[in-house]
């Protein structure tokens, strides 16, 4: 859990309720230390650091879970047909730069975005 918080710094609850993490060394058997807000005001809860809520076998609403992040990327086409894939981007901007850069010697390009399991094909309007 605690590369998790480091790498995405993005967690919610299995339910889909915001969380704030305050601290993932407090010690003890559950050392992630945070708050869940339920409804106008914030919880204090504690979880494992897998961001297992309770220790009580089974998937709990309050287990962290981490908020799926965009991801973008260019599919190019070379003039002999040769598809090639770059690298993934936080944001539509830096993938669309990077592949106005490439196109030059890679060829045209498309841009998709991945979410969640899903890959779709963002739209020259997206772009913009």
Same mark, same amino acid.
């Given at each position: ?44 809860? =504690? ?7 309770? =220790? ?73």
């Amino acid at each position: 859990m605690t590369d998790l918080i480091l790498e995405t710094g993005k967690v919610q609850t299995r339910d889909g309720r915001e969380v704030r993490i305050y601290a993932t060394d407090a010690g003890g058997s559950y050392p992630v230390h945070g708050a869940v807000r339920c409804g106008h005001k914030w919880e204090f809860k =504690s979880w494992l650091l897998t961001g297992v809520y309770s =220790s009580v076998a089974g998937l709990k609403a309050e287990d962290l879970v981490p908020i799926p992040q965009v991801k973008y990327f260019n599919v190019y086409t070379s003039k002999n047909g040769d598809v090639s894939f770059g690298c993934g981007f936080n944001n539509i901007g830096n993938a669309k730069y990077h592949g106005i850069q490439y196109a030059e010697t890679a060829g045209p390009f498309e841009t998709y975005k991945y979410l969640d399991g899903k890959i779709t094909k963002v739209e020259p309007e997206e772009h913009e």
